[in-house]
């Protein structure tokens, strides 16, 4: 709500904090298939291995202290699966009662969390057996969310299964810049419908596994879907129209509807019918970055689309990526059909010097509440991330953090956007005089 005096409001109750993943920040894990990827030469782009990352194993509990500084009510997190099942079937106790620790550290601080159990990375064992690609992970991953609920979800709220699905097809199996790192695109549904099965597991064992909390609410759950927004390159033309539309619906709503309908659409799943996956999403996390140009190639009959780059009509980050904000109020009015409640749980920007940030939030967060004035049900805005981390192959080289981090000596600096977020934060607006302390 805007009001006389040009400040923006957000209702009372709503999620304010940053995100992490495990492997990106957490250091000291050799179990998983991202280790494994890392020591193969020129798989990551500074040559760096995630290594130590930013210690935030041992360092949780001041970590949770910046957080609580400034003025953050919600932190979302992923468990490492590698660290509490390091062998198939065995149980890591030792890190079952770090992550209740983490949680604890996270009450004592009146922190929400929001739980993630997959966020790119298997354990070895799971890779070893295919991964994805062996239907055995469905009975895998539901066992690991009925351990880790019944073991931690006394204190959880929000649980996300899986982390940006197509992303992680897409980059592990058409790009290969990821593990596997295997160019099957003749499997590719069948790794989409394994894990959009293991996903409606874990939300049926979650809700299922919460019932044994009767002092408790019932935990919303859902995923977190990455969407980019997608626009031709040509708009008069009719074809580079097409060919974004088409990009837009496989990337961004194909897996979305195969939930909402419980069906894998005729183009690529043959109408097949998927009935437990049916409306097993809660809420969903939305990732939004930017937006990218597109067009029709017909020396490519395979796909029929230009190499894709990023406009470059805004301005950009140090990745390259466009800064546009309407774009995280498109993806929210995309996510409106589907009738459940949104939470941002990735926006942000690599930015080393924090010349861009600052605005960057507020411009977003003008889009998100544009989008709330129009009736989407947004519940919480998480910056990615709290701190500088392991960025998959770009290494180290990424500054995305609201907090720098000297990875030689672990030291974490607040960097000045820190404090900006941190005002909209504590006060639940955007004022006209943060507004000019932006520009």
């Not at 970055?289 to 190639?297: A, I, K, P």
């Not at 930015?351 to 889009?367: A, P, T, Y």
Request: hydrophobic share 35%.
């Amino acid at each position: 709500m805007e009001n006389s005096t040009g400040v923006l409001k957000f209702p009372d109750g709503f999620l304010w904090g940053a995100t992490t993943s495990s492997y990106q920040v957490e250091g000291g894990n050799t179990n998983n298939d991202w280790w494994q990827w890392e020591q193969i030469p020129g798989k990551i782009a500074d040559g760096s291995r995630c290594g130590l990352a930013c210690d935030h194993y041992h360092l949780y509990q001041s970590d949770f202290d910046i957080a609580k500084e400034l003025g953050h009510n919600a932190h979302r997190f992923s468990l490492e699966w590698s660290r509490i099942e390091p062998r198939q079937g065995k149980w890591d106790e030792k890190a079952i009662a770090h992550y209740r620790n983490v949680l604890s550290a996270l009450k004592q601080r009146q922190i929400a969390p929001l739980v993630t159990l997959f966020h790119f990375t298997l354990p070895v064992w799971s890779s070893k057996e295919g991964g994805f690609e062996n239907p055995k992970i469905v009975y895998f991953f539901q066992r690991f969310a009925t351990k880790v609920c019944a073991e931690l979800g006394q204190n959880v709220d929000y649980w996300l299964t899986l982390n940006e699905p197509m992303v992680y097809i897409y980059m592990g199996y058409i790009v290969k810049k990821w593990p596997p790192g295997r160019n099957i695109r003749l499997k590719i549904i069948k790794v989409l419908q394994n894990m959009l099965r293991a996903h409606a597991q874990a939300y049926w064992a979650i809700h299922r596994t919460s019932q044994n909390f009767p002092d408790r609410k019932n935990p919303l759950v859902g995923l977190t879907k990455y969407i980019r927004i997608f626009q031709p390159y040509n708009k008069s033309s009719l074809l580079d129209r097409a060919s974004a539309r088409l990009k837009d619906y496989f990337f961004n709503h194909y897996i979305l509807d195969i939930i909402s309908t419980g069906s894998m659409k005729l183009l690529l799943g043959l109408g097949r019918a998927l009935p437990e996956i049916k409306k097993t999403f809660d809420f969903i996390g939305l990732d939004y970055y930017t937006r990218e140009l597109t067009g029709f190639n017909l020396s490519k009959p395979s796909q029929f689309f230009r190499e894709s780059n990023l406009s470059r009509e805004g301005d950009v980050s140090d990745s390259g990526w466009e800064i546009y904000p309407e774009g995280i109020y498109l993806s929210l009015i995309k996510l409106k059909k589907y009738g459940v409640p949104v939470i941002v749980t990735e926006n942000g920007l690599a930015d080393k010097e924090d010349k861009k940030r600052s605005r960057f939030i507020v411009d977003h967060l003008i889009q998100v509440h544009r989008a709330m004035e129009e009736g989407i049900d947004v519940r919480g805005y998480l910056h990615w991330s709290l701190m500088d981390n392991f960025e998959w192959q770009e290494g180290f080289l990424p500054r995305f953090g609201l907090a720098e981090v000297d990875y030689t000596t672990q030291k974490r600096t607040l960097r000045p956007s820190a404090h900006i977020f941190a005002r909209i934060c504590k006060t639940n607006q955007i004022t006209p005089h943060l507004l000019r302390d932006t520009l």
